[in-house]
């Protein structure tokens, strides 16, 4: 695993200008959509106080600063497909070294569509896993950041009121988890039962059906189990339903 993400980063550091403006970007983006709500804020204060000149210079400036943060938005979905693409390359410029590396009969061991594989899956599997989720934490870290820098500004007691909630929906998982631990044990070995339990009743019930016995069939069910006894006239008409469904099947 260490490994692993000494590996990751030395592709990013070799790639850092590119993952740098991916990054700052991100920064940028989250603040602009923090600032926009700030702005809203105003515009609703304004619209509140009937004061129309106000409303609508703060709506116009809440509108430009959407406009900010669809063009930075798009900025940087460019440039983390430019750097992705960027990462994507070395490694397959490295793998292609390992194997002109590699003797005649070493290359040939494998099929050369399991190379393929590596050049194709291998790779967008690390760009799922690697890439993605890196730039990804950057962007979530920075809309913490950005909402912290918000609630301050708004009144001390919002940032105090979100950290308490967040360690109560912290700590609450972690006093049930033994009995959620328990309790997911204990499922499987229901699952089981209930799969056994409709195979048997399934069966039944479609030949209850085929009868017209489905209110025998639900009353054994929930009660006691009691006799089904079927009076002659229904026997008869079963009897010839089935004799009639045999004649068609014929």
Known sequence: MTKGREKVGSYLRKNWKKSALVCLLQIVEWGFQAGVQLLLMQVFDKALSLDLKAFLFWSAVDMAAWGGCFLVCYLRESAQARVVRALNNDLRHDLCCQLLQKGYQDYHKQDSGEYLSWMTNDIKQIEQLAWNPFFNCVGRASQVLWGIVVLLSLHWSLMAASLVSA??????????????????????????????????????????????????????????????????????????????RWALSA
């Not at 328990?182 to 059906?209: D, I, V």
């Open 167 to 244: 360690l109560i929906m912290w700590a609450l998982p972690k006093l049930f988890e033994k009995r959620l631990e328990q309790l997911g044990g204990c499922a499987p070995s229901g699952r089981r039962r209930a799969s056994a339990r409709s195979r048997t009743c399934c069966p039944a019930w479609m030949c209850c059906a085929f009868l017209d016995r489905r209110g025998a069939f639900c009353a054994r069910e929930v009660r006691p189990a009691t006799r089904l006894s079927s009076p002659p006239a229904t026997s008869a008409a079963a009897k010839a339903r089935l004799t009639a």
